[in-house]
């Protein structure tokens, strides 16, 4: 027989931004916790760039994405405020904006598009010249054609965010079980040692590994490889977001000094590689656009799994194992994790304390999709 481990009110399975908020709002609401995750704070939170960036990243086809992503990021404020007083860890989050810098005139023509649609939605956006943009940003290239400045984005350090989330459970109590999780039982979890933590009600919130509890469940990994370079501090003030002939690249400062520079969006599994082209490809494009970080040290190269579906919305809510435990999905958030961390942890919290669900997570069914 199986050892009964611990007997919490709620299992979180994974301990990723996601999990770990979860259970810290759960806990904030008086239910004890037990987080199970081999690596808390690994994965794809640990090679985030930690953007909350609803204005720059819309598209033409994610409309529910960006109504989510503001309700998201209009929590973002009391979500540090509440989780800096509890750790006493400072999250390094930041409100200069995203500036969305265009390299040639073909660039330039797609930023000017995506502005009008953007300002269809009643988005801020404002049409910056080259010379504007380096204004703002005097390491930008002089060749660079023009930009766009979204205000209202802003972004964190998401490794300081589970930094602080796993000294504010630890003070609430929460368990923390350092283990993988192999599937789900009529009373809780069976973890890879074949220990049991037992609990009435589990929260999913495992990224791409979701579907090995929840067969079904349509997620997939979006391989992304990142890179972090070290340099004096002060040398970018703000996100930069570029496109290079059509190729994607951004550039999150901190405020030590390091800028993330990222990231390929690749359909390959969980291939684990950093390869020479995606390095190449990363530097390339980022050294048109800001030539000097080529002298900056190469810190870090990471690879993490982004969990994706169909519709790039994330999977929110109850999830039903005929025979399992009573189960709640919280997975799915593709790019956008660290953004949508807040609201996804208010709903979660609500599922399971029985408060009312934000109506925006109402779009994040996880029985929307068809078998």
Partial sequence: MPELMTTPDVIVVGGGIVGL??????ARRGLSVAVVDPDPGGGATHASAGMLAPVSEVTYTEEPVLRLGLASLALWPSFRDELEGDSGVDLDYRTDGTLKIAYDADDMAYLDELAAFERTLGLRVERLTGRECRRLEPMLAPSIRGGML??????VNPR?????????????????VADRAVALTARGVRLASDGVVAAPRVVVAAGPWSPELLPGLPVRPVKGQILRLRGPGGFLTRCVRGLVHGSPAYLVP?????ITLGATM????????????GVYELLRDAHELVPGLTEMELAETTVGFRPGTPDNLPLIGPFDV?????VLAATGHHRNGVLLTPITAEAVAAFLTGEAVPEVVKSCDPGRFPE
């Fill in 21 to 26: 908020s979860v259970a810290w709002r759960t």
């Fill in 150 to 155: 979204a205000e209202d984005d802003a972004w």
């Fill in 160 to 176: 300081l965010v589970t930094r602080a989330l796993r000294t504010a459970l630890d003070r609430a109590g929460a368990a923390v």
């Fill in 254 to 258: 901190r405020g030590d000094g390091e």
């Fill in 266 to 277: 690749e359909e390959l599994g969980f291939d684990g590689r950093v390869t020479a082209g």
């Fill in 322 to 326: 005929p025979g399992e435990a009573d």
